[in-house]
């Protein structure tokens, strides 16, 4: 497996793919780079080099005690993208993902990025304060309880609403929902604990203000578990060069359930 020693020891596991203009993948809570199968095979099957990891305390990366928190998601990035000397590569985001690449670009700029793609992303800021409309602190609460109670049960419940299962017409898929089960309890338990902290309680809003980029910003309007009306479209005013696109009726999980349609967009988004 290829693995990065990052600054504090922790090891992260990472696929590089292909050649070409750089693609690089971050995945959202408790999942891994796999959650990126789809864009990853198509992007380098289009000519693309598709670089993912594992973030740490995820997948198949190391289990640091401490450092589960943007700013060092945001590092160890940076110490990937450094260590392949990616040039011009474009950021994807999915989820924690999005927030991860968001404050990898407020603290470390965008001379080796050329553009970025936010998807059903965190960002600017998952929790209700009096300034900003998220959700309340109990919402996160319960995904703690999950997660410390019987972390097995809540991943393979958390899948239904993740992928829009619970909908009169979906087409539940059996498989997918063990890949995302397996993807989770590969995880530490103290690192997927710790990043439900950093993914709703870190304020994106100064990290994307930052950016120049040109940045497209993606979701389903039925988002069960980002909503949609706290998301993409605040991120999208804060965000100078962007361009949002919602995709009516979608789950969170688009990029396996919608990753056709994902894909063209993205793909005609970096071209452009």
């Not at 392949?84 to 700029?109: F, I, M, P």
Request: net charge neutral; hydrophobic share 35%.
């Amino acid at each position: 497996m290829d693995m990065l020693k990052v600054k504090d020891g922790t090891s992260i596991y990472y696929k590089d793919w292909g050649t070409g203009q750089p693609i690089v993948f971050s995945h959202g809570w408790r999942l891994t780079a796999d959650a990126w199968d789809a864009q990853m095979l198509f992007f380098g099957e289009q000519g693309y080099r598709v670089v993912a990891h594992d973030r740490r305390g995820h997948g198949r990366s190391g289990q640091s005690w401490n450092g589960n928190d943007m700013d060092t998601y945001a590092d160890d990035l940076s110490e990937l993208i450094e260590k392949l000397n990616l040039k011009d590569a474009v950021l994807v985001g999915h989820s924690t993902g999005g927030g991860e690449v968001a404050r990898y670009l407020g603290r470390h700029g965008s001379k080796r990025i050329s553009k970025a793609v936010l998807i059903s992303a965190v960002t600017p800021f998952m929790l209700e304060t009096p300034d900003h409309p998220g959700a309340p602190m109990s919402v996160f609460d319960g995904l703690r309880q999950g997660v410390v109670n019987n972390r097995a049960e809540f991943f393979r419940g958390l899948s239904v609403p993740f992928y829009g299962y619970n909908r009169p017409d979906a087409k539940v898929s059996e498989g997918i929902r063990n890949s995302f089960w397996l993807q989770g309890m590969l995880g530490s338990v103290k690192g997927e604990l710790d990043s439900i902290k950093a993914f709703s309680e870190t304020d994106f809003r100064e990290d994307l203000k930052k950016i120049t980029i040109p940045t497209l910003i993606l979701q389903g309007d039925d988002d069960q578990i980002v909503p949609l009306q706290i998301s993409s479209p605040l991120t999208a005013k804060l965000v100078k060069n962007s361009t949002l696109k919602i995709y009516p009726g979608q789950p969170h999980g688009l990029c396996t359930t919608f990753a056709d349609q994902v894909n063209a967009d993205v793909l005609a988004f970096i071209k452009a």
